[in-house]
């Protein structure tokens, strides 16, 4: 964390909380270390300011290059870790540039809807967040904002508003073998999207409220790229793990003992199959160092501390 960044997060701390309604829920739930995608709908300019505040830890944010024309921006932008991306949006080498920041235990923001909402309700998001998601396996830590559609640019140090930030729990997608297509990539945009919503009252859900979907949706098995997964209807109740989706108790972490590798399984878009597959866990977020003990405690594997990740299979 710079000497700049720590300034400012103390500074909009105490702006708005002498100056506004501040709330945040879930700051418990932000893991300190390890890298991270953070995924947050966007209201207003407040929005990287109050996230800024509502974190301990320091984070990346990702914005147009543009920005850098203005030297004085240009310094704070920079002072504030920010990472410029083409007008056009995120290019290969700006996914690249995201993915050496993850590399390094960062945690970068992300705003999947890719403009700030005219109505303060979500718009459909843009597949980028899941494609980093699935090239560096980082894991997603979801956030619903409120209220900061309400203050202007020029007012974001006295907000004089009630505005709320509302932090989920932290989840990862499914690990992928091989390249998945168009399909299953935006299949798993809509999942991060269904969990920021979920984290927000209805009218801020837009065209993610899952009390009145509009449409039925495909089997996942139906989708390009995804044949040969089973069982999982993609509908917009599962997505956000409500009770209709299938399995949730089998949720965790699986080891295969013939390979001595294991895989992290949180949504029904494969559940392996015994007895190839020992359950070992149901936390998802178990780190490798943990998985190995747990092998080792129950006699799973001859050497637990080769223990490696695998991938799910996807087969065309």
């Given amino acids: 964390m710079t000497l700049l960044y720590w300034a400012g997060q103390r500074l909009a701390r105490f702006c708005f909380t002498a100056f506004g309604r ?21 209201l207003s300019y407040a929005d990287p300011p109050v996230l800024v505040g509502s974190f301990d830890r320091p984070l990346t944010f990702i914005a147009k290059r543009e920005l850098l024309a203005n030297p004085i921006l240009a310094a704070l932008i920079r002072g504030f870790g920010v990472c410029p991306v083409n007008r056009s949006g995120i290019t290969v080498d700006a996914m690249r540039q995201v993915l ?6 960062r945690a970068v923001v992300i ?19 899941a494609y980093l998601a699935i090239k560096s396996q980082a894991s997603i830590l979801p956030v619903g ?20 930030v509302n932090i989920g729990p932290l989840f990862n997608l499914p ?13 798993m945009r809509d999942m991060i999207m269904y969990r920021i919503a ?16 509009k449409e039925p949706t495909p089997s996942i098995t139906s989708l390009p790229g995804a044949a040969g997964l089973s069982g999982w209807r993609v509908n917009r109740l599962s997505k956000i793990g409500e009770k209709s989706m299938p399995q949730t108790s089998k949720f965790g972490i699986y080891l295969n003992p013939g390979e001595n590798k294991v895989v992290r399984v949180n949504s029904p878009y494969w559940i392996p199959e015994e007895p190839y597959w020992i359950f070992l866990t149901p936390e998802v977020n178990a780190t490798l160092l943990q998985i190995r003990e747990l092998a080792a405690e129950q006699k799973l594997s001859s050497d637990p501390g080769s223990i490696t990740w695998g991938t799910i299979p996807l087969r065309d």
């Fill in 198 to 213: 979920a984290l927000l009252p209805k009218e801020y859900r837009g065209v993610y409220d899952i009390e009145s979907p």
């Fill in 175 to 187: 690990t992928l073998e091989g390249t998945p297509s168009r399909a299953v990539v935006e299949s």
């Fill in 111 to 129: 705003f999947p809807e890719g403009h700030r909402s005219p109505n303060h309700a979500m718009r459909q998001g843009m597949a980028g967040a």
């Fill in 22 to 42: 501040w709330e945040v829920v879930g700051r418990e739930l932000v893991p300190p270390r390890a890298p991270l995608i953070v995924v947050a709908n966007h």
């Fill in 145 to 164: 904002i409120t209220g900061t559609e309400k203050i202007p640019g020029w007012r974001i140090p006295f907000p004089l508003r009630r505005f709320k």
């Fill in 100 to 105: 050496r920041l993850l590399a390094q235990d």
